[in-house]
């Protein structure tokens, strides 16, 4: 049951009443809303769609999207594009039929920039990557390349050096634990005489060896987060294949990823390169797809899930390896995007290290001046990103000090799919200033290569979510300005009245959920198209908000 909080009106709302008493002042934009913790585990269904959910209705921090829906069920929309700034996309995955940016002006396949804008057999977007996507992290290229001064190098090489040592033992600890399923697998097998079994077989065998006893807790403990041995060995192959790529790619200062694409990634005029398919190379590159899956996948089919917005079309922006993006590439892209027909460009990366970031702010920039959103994650790394000098966080729109340069840079933190003290999940940056809204971000079930279908988490699940809002209010209201729109998003969302945990602390510390962003609140599809309704027809007047 959903109950308002009776909170004194501001001044500047009594001002704003007083003054204009034909404005239509939400109920939402005022109150903040305590929510009762759903008791009932989530169906298979619920978890699939939680997202979507109402959190008044189903008290789930959802979007209410359906509600969304029902209120522009008929209004006209106007075809939107959603740039994916991302890794490869499966281009042919069975929910993005119909749903890819095609590039009208451009012959496929030819090899001739037949639209003469730079990019040769670019159809469904740009691949600035080239055959790479192994790659360091920034901080390694910095090491490797000797940017910067003596002190940023000092700072750097301690990093690598213990990240390194880090990631070698971790590697080499889950192989022992890989060594170590397989071996006690085995020897229950045959002890229980069994091909296959549950945790309740584990738990009722009866024996007095030591050994076996040892070999039956650890296959509980596998079975405590995996449905079987079988699916715990492929999380373990997971966590096995990251450290190794950490080891031999993102913390090896002796490796190269950019050989294959041929130009110097510190020198912005190095054009052009790459090329124009912007396509996953393997499926284990799969986070591009998830994220598109968020914001468009087709609303028309059956299959696997749907999107936030129905009326767009995908643009894929091949721009982002598994470790660090180049400034480069992540400056070009805004700006391909941009000139190409994107109105919303999702960015679900981020780093610490930004050697070239002012090409990066002159394309926030550039994007600002043609009208174009931009939805960026805020990052996994539980911390705090206001502290700028102790967490820095790129691309943002702050460069490091105290307020926006721009006004269309939207930054999105993550949720989990409950009500309660550990609502923000709990990779999820915060910052009262320099994170914007939280959005679904934890659990997310979407799409993946192969017309393939998985549950993911975090910021860079959260963004898209934010993405699709964003373009489902401006298909139907597409005279909104982006820094409009922006603020609609803020103002709109839903205010929660809750303490919860501080994720950026060690030890847990519960705080007001509105001072973890800084509109201190959960996007909402239904009343930001509401709020958007209202402003359009003059009957509220967004000037009197600051954000």
Known sequence: MKYSIFKPISLLLLLLFASCKSLLIPEFVIDSYAFAEKKEALTESQKQQWRFADPFRDSIPGISLDKAYEFIADKPSKELIVAILDSGMDLDHEDFKGMLWVNEDEIPNNGIDDDQNGYIDDIHGY???????????????????????????????????????EAIQNRDRYKSIKMAVIEADKAFKKAAALEQYSIEDLESFETTNIILKGHIGLLKQMLGFADSVEMALEEIDSGIQYFSDQVDYSYNVNFNGRTSVGDNPY????????????????????????VAGIVGASRMNELGSYGVADNVKLMSIRSVSNADEYDKDIALGIRYAVD?????????????????????????????????????A?????????????????????????????????????LAPSFGTDMIASFSN?????????????????????????????????????????????????????????????LSGTKINLDVIDVSQEEETLKPFDSFSKSGRIVNAYQALKLADLITKKRFKLKHYEY
């Open 378 to 414: 805020a990052g996994n790394d539980s911390k705090d990103i206001d502290l700028v000098s102790k967490n820095p966080n790129y691309p943002n729109d702050h460069k490091g000090t105290k307020g926006e340069f721009v006004k269309n840079f939207i930054s999105v933190g993550a």
């Open 340 to 376: 190409n027909g994107a109105k919303i460009i999702n960015c679900s990366f981020g780093k610490r290290y930004s050697p070239n970031k002012e090409w990066v702010y002159d394309a926030i920039k550039y994007a600002q001046s043609k009208n174009v959103l931009i939805v960026h």
């Open 267 to 290: 020198d912005l005029l190095d054009v052009p390169y790459g090329n124009g398919n912007p396509k996953n190379l393997f499926p284990e590159e799969s986070h591009a797809t998830h």
């Open 127 to 165: 691949n600035f990557l080239g055959d790479a996507y192994q790659e360091q992290l920034e901080n390694t290229r910095i090491l490797a390349n000797k940017i910067g001064d003596a002190s940023l190098q000092e700072k750097v090489k301690a990093e690598v050096e213990k990240a390194l040592v």
């Open 430 to 490: 915060i910052g009262k200033e320099n994170v914007d809204v939280f959005a679904p971000g934890d659990e997310i079930y979407s799409t993946i290569p192969q017309s393939k279908y998985k549950y993911e988490g975090g910021t860079s699940m959260a963004a898209p979510v934010v993405s699709g809002i964003a373009a489902l209010v401006w298909s139907r209201y597409p005279n909104l300005k982006a820094s409009e729109l922006k603020k609609i998003l803020m």
